[in-house]
């Protein structure tokens, strides 16, 4: 992965606000149509900023949907479902769909790091709000996890990158504070990918506000936007630094029969049609740019400048790097 200082611009060939939006459209009489898969914990910030300020600056209608990364990537591999734009977390789920290394390509554009949300309704919040204000240690939220009666959720690590961090830092967190080993598959219910904590990307945090859960996985950004009580992660722990890759790559899983390393998780995009439409390359360049960036910030993601993972010479015709 190559960062130095590069920022990502997308050209636009038009500066019209009616142009043909490469959707399988051939009437240029009909407004423009970008259309976007991403990850279910983008579903606010798509939905409520960044689609319809794209709009509002553009005139390119903007229709989006939202599910687990690895379950979308499968679908838009299988034409199943179509998409002009893919916004991922990491990299490995845009390797379904470009699955040669010499093509597989991406732009990162915001992180949030992975933490506990909780409810203030939960029979366990005055313990967990003393773990989040720092008067209780933070071990203790993984004696929590063990209690029979903590009802914890997560997302599928099969189909979500959210759920596959998850149940790697419930491994990083019982080597760092020297739990017992089989800690790990007590807090999971058994396999990762097989508990009755499992919840849908895009209904855990409901299910959570509506008092069904005590606590679970979440993004920073989802807890902010969803004013939900949160307990903050430590860099080593929370998947969202670059800096402590190697730590998260020494944790795996096992799923489907292959191996799964631990690493960052960035949002990164893609555009799913080589050459992309015109549509797609501006919608690139408006969550890329100055404003697209003050939203991302806005809607409690961190941000840098935009760099290119993968492989830059797999950039389609009108994407380009400077």
Not at 19 to 30: D, E, R, V
Not at 247 to 260: C, D, E, F, I, P
Not at 283 to 308: C, D, E, S
């Amino acid at each position: 992965m190559n960062r130095g200082n590069r920022v990502v611009s997308v050209l636009a060939a038009s500066t019209l606000l009616v142009i043909a939006s490469g959707c399988g459209t051939s009437n240029s009489s009909k407004p423009a149509l970008v259309t976007v898969a991403y990850a279910g914990s983008l579903q606010l910030v798509n939905q409520q900023s960044l689609g319809p300020a794209f709009y509002k600056s553009t005139g390119v209608r903007y229709s989006g949907r939202g599910g687990g990364a690895f379950g979308l990537a499968h679908e838009l591999a299988s034409h199943t479902i179509n998409a002009d734009v893919f916004e991922s977390i990491g990299l490995a789920p845009i390797a379904v769909i470009q699955p040669a290394a010499s093509k597989t390509w991406a732009v990162a554009v915001a992180s949030s790091p992975l933490v506990v949300a909780y409810s203030q309704t939960s029979p366990f919040a005055k313990t967990l709000n003393a773990i989040r204000i720092h008067q209780a240690p933070l071990v203790d939220l993984f004696s929590l996890m063990l209690n029979p009666k903590f009802k914890l959720g997560r997302t599928n690590p099969v189909t979500d990158p959210q759920g596959q961090a998850f149940a790697e830092m419930i491994q990083l967190a019982v080597k760092r504070y020297h739990l017992p080993a089989h800690d790990v598959s007590r807090i999971l219910g058994g396999s990762p990918a097989q508990s009755k904590e499992i919840y849908s990307e895009e209904g855990i945090l409901t299910n959570l506000q509506s008092g069904g859960l005590d606590a679970s996985s979440a993004f920073l950004s989802e807890a902010l936007q969803r004013h939900l009580p949160y307990i903050a992660l430590p860099a080593s722990l929370n998947f969202g630094s670059l800096r402590d890759a190697r730590t998260y790559a020494t944790t795996s899983l096992r799923l489907n029969g292959s191996k799964v390393t631990g690493a960052p998780l960035l949002i990164d995009v893609t555009l799913t049609h080589n050459p992309p439409g015109r549509a797609a390359l501006r919608f690139l360049n408006f969550i890329t740019g100055a404003t697209g960036q003050k939203i991302w910030r806005q809607m409690g993601y961190h941000t840098f400048t935009p760099y290119v993972v993968g492989n830059p010479r797999a950039l389609p015709r009108g994407v380009t790097v400077r």
